[in-house]
């Protein structure tokens, strides 16, 4: 397993006392197709774990594959004059993950969740690295990324 995706389980198991189980892809899940196609599941099934920034803060957004963030419905529910993606150097920074691998947990930072996730018996999320996925039923990701559900998703 690759480090990252060792290390993204070690810290789940040590905060949530479970380990999840992860699924590598050496083609790479770096898009919400990319992993639908690898795992063979709905494109819906796939969390987008996006970082935005505002003149408020840093927010972590738990977004459905086949959405997309309405900004000003994330600008007007965090009381911004407007959001934008963050940089890579700061998703790094804040998450301590890359683009393209920042799981859903372990962040300290505000989380918003995706009503739609809630649809699916299961969903799958970046574990460290842009070719790792792991599953989790969507109340329980809900509830360990102590996140605000929302529908501000296009």
Not at 4 to 23: G, H, M, T
Not at 89 to 105: F, M
Request: aromatic share 8%; charged share 30%; with cysteine.
């Amino acid at each position: 397993m690759h480090s990252s995706a060792e290390r993204f389980a070690d810290k789940v198991e040590e905060k949530y006392d479970f380990r999840p189980e992860i699924r590598e892809f050496p083609e790479g899940t770096k898009t919400a197709e990319d992993a639908a196609n690898a795992i063979n599941c709905e494109v819906g099934q796939i969390v987008k774990s996006l970082v935005f920034e505002s003149e408020k803060g840093l927010y972590l957004v738990l977004c459905s594959g086949d959405n997309s963030v309405d900004t000003d419905k994330l600008a007007m529910r965090t009381s911004s004059d407007s959001v934008d993606m963050a940089s890579p150097d700061q998703v790094k920074e804040v998450t301590g993950w890359s683009i393209g691998g920042v799981p859903p947990l372990l962040s300290d930072l505000e989380v918003f969740m995706d009503d739609t996730l809630l649809d699916y018996d299961k969903v799958w999320a970046a574990a460290g690295t842009p070719e790792a996925v792991f599953s989790i039923d969507p109340e329980r990701l809900k509830s360990l990324s102590d996140a605000s559900v929302e529908t501000f998703f296009d």
